[in-house]
T-cell receptor, first 114, second 114 residues
């Protein structure tokens, strides 16, 4: 079955360490996204990529970095510059970039930084 | 800039009763509107979307939503709640621009009582 795989499901890190979250899709989608979810705040867009080797900042990109070297992969690095990294991170993809291309989500990675 | 407001972070309904989740949006252009559902520790799944065709939109699992431009609302309803409807629901808006970027509301968690 096609879908989006995020790993690991739970991740624990010490403050000051960089950490990379994995996102892989086998839907052959062109666009991929990273969202951060905090209780009561909904989802906020971190980065998105419409095509391989290209990506744009979302609303809360500070302290994060991404790469898009392959169509199926869009890893997110949470750097030590991110002041409040503990959150639930969701990766998504869509076939196109218009409103008629709904987002497909992975099951998320819960990151805890202490 | 777009924004979405979901009235009520928690809603409790009895099994068999009407489910009503409120969503109001702000957009400078004709909006595209979406409702997503999230089950515990999972990603989001699209329930339905409004893309300027019919104002009453039917989705999966018996849900529907009505777009009311005069009220800038897109409320989600289901005539009869089922235990399996217990989840968190998110309203989202897109301006249709390239990137398929969605702005999400804060979410409404639904509890279904037997």
């Amino acid at each position: 079955d096609g879908g989006i795989t995020q790993s690991p499901k739970y991740l624990f890190r010490k403050e000051g360490q960089n950490v990379t979250l994995s996102c892989e899709q086998n839907l052959n989608h062109d666009a991929m996204y990273w969202y951060r979810q905090d209780p009561g705040q909904g989802l906020r867009l971190i980065y998105y990529s419409q095509i391989v080797n290209d990506f744009q900042k979302g609303d809360i990109a500070e302290g994060y970095s991404v790469s898009r070297e392959k169509k199926e992969s869009f890893p997110l690095t949470v750097t030590s510059a991110q002041k409040n990294p503990t959150a639930f991170y969701l990766c998504a993809s869509s076939a196109g970039t218009g409103f008629n291309s709904p987002l497909h989500f992975g099951n998320g990675t819960r990151l805890t930084v202490t | 800039a777009q924004s979405v407001t979901q009235l009520g972070s928690h809603v409790s309904v009895s099994e068999g009763a009407l489910v009503l989740l409120r969503c109001n949006y702000s957009s400078s252009v004709p909006p595209y509107l979406f409702w997503y559902v999230q089950y515990p520790n999972q990603g989001l799944q699209l329930l339905l979307k409004y893309t300027s065709a019919a104002t009453l939109v039917k989705g999966i699992n018996g849900f529907e939503a009505e777009f009311k431009k005069s009220e800038t609302s897109f409320h989600l309803t289901k005539p009869s709640a089922h235990m399996s409807d217990a989840a968190e629901y998110f309203c989202a808006v897109s301006d249709g621009a390239a990137g398929n970027k969605l702005t999400f509301g804060g979410g409404t968690r639904v509890l279904v009582k037997p």
